[in-house]
């Protein structure tokens, strides 16, 4: 979004403070190293079905029952290879195109946060002077929550949802920003 479009959302006196974006990059390495080794497993046993299958079964099967039973074996294979391809491969693709993707906004009276994958998607979090923030930096970028929100899922369960300005290099300057909205409320 442009700072053009932005104003579309606005309501009546509100102004655009700031806007910006993720830095580029993978900033958050553990999680996908965990579908990594998950993949492992997932690829091996796909690659291992549809190449055997594939080899043994369709090429030197004697009967059309050895070819069809052995067509089965390579479709049943290429999910496991699918889904262990994507888990090694896709999931560190879609990270880093991640960024690409989110852009930020904060007005004189709400954060904006508009995502465009499939569709597009426009999350607005009026500022309110109670609210808690938080700040995290580490190295060049910084995290900005501004709120938060428990809920009981359907197993009982407690879980906390935060929304902020992720992985940006101006956290502290929107900290500010921030602070000053709520002084002034």
């Known amino acids: 979004m442009s700072a053009a479009r932005w104003e579309d959302y606005f309501l009546p006196g509100e102004t655009l403070l700031w806007q910006g974006a993720p830095l580029p990059g993978i900033h958050r390495w553990a999680p996908h190293l965990l579908y990594m080794l998950l993949g492992v497993p997932f690829f091996a046993a796909g690659l291992w079905l549809t190449y055997h299958t594939a ?6 099967a004697a009967t059309v029952l050895d070819r069809l039973g ?14 262990g391809l994507f888990c090694l491969l896709g999931h560190w693709v879609m990270a880093a195109l991640a960024p690409r993707r989110v852009r930020y906004a904060l007005s004189s009276r709400a954060a904006y946060i508009a995502r465009r994958f499939w569709g597009r998607a426009l999350s607005v979090y009026p500022i309110q002077n109670s609210g808690e923030l938080e700040v995290k930096t580490s190295g060049r970028a910084g995290s900005v929550w501004f709120h938060s929100q428990s809920l009981d899922d359907s197993d009982g369960e407690h879980k906390t949802f935060r929304a902020g300005f992720e992985n940006i290099a101006e956290a502290e300057q929107v900290l500010r920003l921030l602070r000053q909205i709520q002084m002034q409320s």
């Open 55 to 60: 080899r043994f079964g369709l090429l030197e």
């Open 70 to 83: 052995a067509f089965v074996g390579f479709c049943f294979g290429l999910p496991f290879l699918g889904i």
